[in-house]
């Protein structure tokens, strides 16, 4: 991780070294902290956020979930992520909030801790790397199964959601894949450890139903309108494992990963090692957010003006 200059910390801009918290901070004990992962691009018009405002409206309702109160209005976060991006002098990044239960009372309940949030911003490529952009990624199914929503609020960026992820994820590296993909506790395929998958098959794109009890990607959603504005034969529709096998081509899609061709899944190939939709659909969103589609300028914040406060923290 390459550091920058500033972390926004409770409201206020400190320098990268010192937004530090306790050890007994409760959410590093439970994994009571909901967080996002978003992008800023650079564009003719300077660094814009892509999609800011949903992923901010997604934290809250992660938090909302999970019972935890935010001290920040959607105002002070939205402005908080575009001040560190200009403040850090910052162009393509990654941008990442954080809220957490601090450091208090220990025990399971959070109720008595202050919520505080922190946002950071570093450069940070293509999450499956850019020869995997390119060329596709190995992926294998993990013998974990995503969580349950009786288990735990599937829907929200809560850190201890991720211990689900982390199992998956760690199982597939070690076993020479690059990515695994969960199938929910009912079979049905679900996604991957950090993105949602898409499948082609005869001309038709698919991806799993949120009811699947997949995260709701913000990548996700602007693939299916990127697919529609296309004129792309979209379905909302899960399916299984043995699907995944039959496809013409499959792809991952997320804020870190942007959009990912799968060339092999459990060491068979996908289709005809190709991915012609796959391409399309990826350069469109490349664009999208680079700001080269005017189409699409609205899903942009830009970072370049500087915000003036009317009062108290930013
Ligand atoms: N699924 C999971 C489990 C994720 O962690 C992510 C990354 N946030 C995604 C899907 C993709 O979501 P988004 O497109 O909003 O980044």
């Known amino acids: 991780m390459k550091p920058t200059k500033k972390i926004?910390?409770?409201?206020?801009?400190?320098?990268?070294?010192?937004?530090?918290?306790?050890?007994?901070?409760?959410?590093?004990?439970?994994?009571?902290?909901?967080?996002?992962?978003?992008?800023?691009?650079?564009?003719?018009?300077?660094?814009?956020?892509?999609?800011?405002?949903?992923?901010?409206?997604?934290?809250g309702m992660g938090a909302r979930a999970y019972r935890m109160q935010l001290p920040y209005t959607e105002e002070q976060l939205t402005q908080g992520c575009l001040n560190l991006v200009r403040e850090n002098g910052l162009n393509d990044c990654y941008i990442r909030p954080i809220?957490?239960?601090s450091y208090g009372e220990m025990g399971v309940?959070?109720?008595?801790?202050k919520v505080i949030g922190a946002i950071a911003a570093w450069e940070w490529g293509s999450y499956l790397g850019d020869e995997g952009m390119e060329?596709?990624?190995?992926?294998?199914?993990?013998?974990?199964?995503?969580?349950?929503?009786?288990?735990?609020?599937?829907?929200?960026?809560?850190?201890?959601?991720?211990?689900?992820?982390?199992?998956?994820?760690?199982?597939?590296l070690s076993s020479g894949f690059d990515e695994a993909i969960m199938l929910t506790t009912s079979g049905l395929v679900g996604e991957g450890s950090g993105e949602n998958i898409f499948r082609v098959k005869d001309g038709i794109l698919t991806t799993p139903t949120k009811t699947a009890g997949v995260l709701e990607g913000?990548?996700?959603?602007?693939?299916?309108?990127?697919?529609?504005d296309n004129g792309i034969p979209f379905k909302e529709e899960d399916f299984l494992r043995e699907d995944l096998y039959s496809a013409d081509e499959l792809f991952l899609c997320g804020t870190a990963?942007?959009?990912?061709?799968?060339?092999?899944?459990?060491?068979?190939?996908?289709g005809d090692g190709k991915f012609p939709m796959t391409k399309k659909i990826q350069q469109t969103y490349l664009d999208a957010i680079h700001g080269k589609i005017p189409?699409?300028?609205?899903?942009?914040?830009?970072?370049?003006?500087?915000t003036i406060y009317s009062k108290g923290k930013p």
Not at 135 to 161: F, M
Not at 297 to 303: F, G, P, Q
Request: some cysteine; glycine content about 4%.
């Open 295 to 306: 189409k699409y300028e609205a899903w942009l914040s830009y970072a370049s003006t500087p």
């Open 135 to 172: 060329k596709g990624i190995r992926c294998t199914v993990s013998s974990w199964a995503r969580i349950d929503p009786r288990t735990l609020p599937p829907h929200a960026k809560c850190s201890a959601n991720y211990a689900n992820s982390i199992l998956a994820k760690m199982d597939a």
């Open 99 to 101: 809220m957490f239960s």
């Open 218 to 228: 913000i990548t996700r959603d602007s693939v299916i309108q990127i697919a529609k």
């Open 8 to 59: 926004w910390f409770d409201g206020q801009m400190v320098p990268w070294d010192e937004a530090k918290v306790h050890v007994l901070t409760h959410a590093l004990h439970y994994g009571y902290s909901i967080f996002e992962g978003i992008r800023a691009n650079s564009t003719p018009k300077g660094p814009a956020i892509f999609r800011l405002k949903e992923h901010i409206k997604r934290m």
């Open 257 to 270: 990963a942007n959009v990912t061709p799968i060339r092999e899944i459990d060491n068979r190939v996908i």
């Open 109 to 113: 309940n959070p109720m008595k801790n």
